[in-house]
């Protein structure tokens, strides 16, 4: 990275540490390296947390804390009739940021917005192929197949043409791959003939702005004085890149830090009760499951499915594997997501009818395998502990279950094989708290062969989740959803197992932090207090 | 002495070469797909993932892929890292630093405590102080690293406060990396205090890092002590009437040092070893954090290019220490 004018916060005697003297420095322990800061290059959370959520701003975001869709440098939009185009008129008055080695000459206007869009969509374009040019979110989202053109109407207004009606366009355009970036910063750049310091000198209009990446160690922020929601309440942001959950607890027992990601299970009781620390939970948005191979028999019969459901002592599985740090799954979307249907009864555990409907299914002596993952995610924290509770539970209804795993990329890749022998664990975190985002993806016909581990594709549940797809009343949306989680339910193609409960653990002088649902750590809104 | 050094030189090019294989070969062989990785539970359509593998040049036959990273090697290019995307090369020199202030730092110890421990116990052999310390360093050697890097962090750092936890330097300070030494580059930057928090940083990592070697240093200088102290010449040194000490530090460790010498060369691929897990605790931004993150996501290049790099300098480090050898010992230069 260039060297870049320093802001020096050097202060007060050598080894006083402690972080509170700088009244107005928030210090994050993050759990990990940025891939980079040009969010749409990369798929990581933790890139995510370092540019998108801090340096950059897209259309639409979600509520801070929340899933909704709030106006973020799109004040308003329409879609039309034919849901095929969305205009966006632009917010006036916003600034990017000034760096060492940029000074913006204007606002924010259509032409940062058509950039940032065509990079990525368009291979001819002259960013296309910099930095990798690998925009695998775009690409995840079907963004090439759905986006017809991006089109700058006036300075004020762009127009997003779409190849087909898609509801969840304006969720997907608050994800961090649709952040906006300068055209301007982009077009000088490019003129200097190193078009690649695009991604690693950002100008974006978030919150904060860059000063310094010391690789693999410290991250340095400072607030964007001219922010258009207005500037944030801390001065500074600091990311401490701390790996160890153990040691990021220490960090942030010793005032070295404020907030710190992911904390170990084992540690939770002793956060609650530090007289320093607020311990903030909230369920993450997601799910982990079960998937059987339904188009192996005898896991095409729905009955054998649900019996296997019925044998799995899930209140065992959250004390076990999640230490009480999550709550038992009924349906395929998490709770926090709208349209989740509450009236969808679960398989209640019964081992007893569980056996008697599988000897009714004419299934006796049955032995298949269960994949457990080799590694933690946020929702399954323990996959091989999960599938040895469920094999025990198994074999109490006669079914004998083999634990099978492969190391992680491998894993991911024979899952998805059609002809998969046994029933997968995996889970899913929402990218844009869009319903379809979780039930197209995992449980739509296009996903067999891929994302779609169950290999289930039922025409009653595809229908309803392709109505919803073009059907812009949300009220509409959210009852095809409902309905599409009965026909889940009672088809089974999983074991709906958890959803996990995100811990949060802040010192006492953290003022108004949130959890983020989609599981971004986000500091603007936060204020320090003595 | 020259057609020494030649064929110490010479017996580098094959080495060189069987770790690029061997590098090129391991990591390729490890089961997982690094674009599988790139994607997690998301994945990719199988048309992408054929785009993807034909961009990094994944989809041309071992050979010519071997061929192609071989060529770049000569040339001084790595490739660049499918995770960020910059080159090898560069990352590996913006982390390198950190690893070799750590690893000079806990070499010193080991060879400050270790030696002295070693030749004491040697002279004393027997006596508690002896016990005392083979005792130590079998615990030490023994000791998982995380666990006793966690122990020292909670005790130090928690229940005491006397040190940092984790880090390079305070937060409070903040220049510029010049040499990317932290104890230089805080000293150069002028700012009062920054060098005391540098040191103080670097305490924690530098004990558990030297640990194994200090074990191995203290054990391999006893031993050798004591091979040495039987020997006739001693016997006659002392004979002659010459001080304890001087019999001690003349006559015995000039000669017991060759060994030790050796193994002290040896512990640098241990300690490189050791930083792995020692810079991912300490939070250090050193080489071998950058490593481990770069194995579990498959990053061929990254991978590739830095085991080379490591094992270069772990090649460069025991070709001097075979040069010392040979001008202390001249029978080793002699023999062919």
Redesign the interface.
Known sequence: MKKKPLIMLAAASALSISIAAQAKTLVYCSEGSPEGFNPSLYTAGTTFDASSRALFNRLVEFERGGTNIVPALAESWTVSDDGLEYTFNLRKGVKFHTTGSFTPSRDMNADDVVFSFKRQGDADHPYHKVSGGAYEYFNGMSMPDLLKDVVKVDDMTVKFVLNRPEAPMIANLGMDFASIMSAEHADQMMAAGTPEKVDLEPVGTGPFQLVAYQKDAVIRYKAHPDYWAGKAAIDDLVFAITIDPAVRYQKLKAGECHVMPYPNPADIEAMRNDPDLNLLEQEGLNVGYLAYNSMMAPFDNPKVRKALNMAINKDAIIDGVFQGAGKVAKNPIPPTIWSYNDATEDDGYDPAAAKAMLEEAGVSGLSTKIWAMPVQRPYNPNARRMAELIQADWAAVGVEAEIVSFEWGEYLKRSKAEDRDGAVLLGWTGDNGDPDNFLAVLLGCDGVGGSNRAQWCHQPFEDLIQKAKVTSDPAERTSLYEQAQLVFKEQAPWATIAHSVVFMPVRKEVKDYLIDPFGGHIFYGVDLVE | MFRFILTRLGLVIPTFVGITLLTFGMIRL?????I??????????PE?HAQ?RA?YGFDKPVLEQYWNYISGVLQGDLG?SI????PVVE?FF??FPATVELSVFAIFLAVAIGLPAGIIAAVRRGSVFDHTVMGTALTGYSMPIFWWA?LL??FF??IL?WT?????I????????VTGFMLIDSLLSG????F??AV?HLILPAIVLSTIPLAVIARQTRSAMLEVLNEDYVRTAKAKGLSPGRVITVHALRNALIPVITVIGLQVGVLFSGAVLTE????W??IG??LI?SISR?DYPSVQGGILLIATTVILVNLLVDLVYGFINPRIRHTR
């Open positions: 490890v089961p997982g797909d690094p599988e990785l790139l994607a997690g539970e998301r994945g990719v359509t992408r993807l961009e660049k995770t960020t995307k910059q990352e913006t982390l966690l962090i909670i750092s928690g406060g940092p936890v984790s880090g390079r305070s937060l409070l300070y903040f220049f510029e990396p700012q009062e205090g920054a005391r928090s103080s991912s605790i300490f939070s931004p050193g954090k950058w993150d498959r």
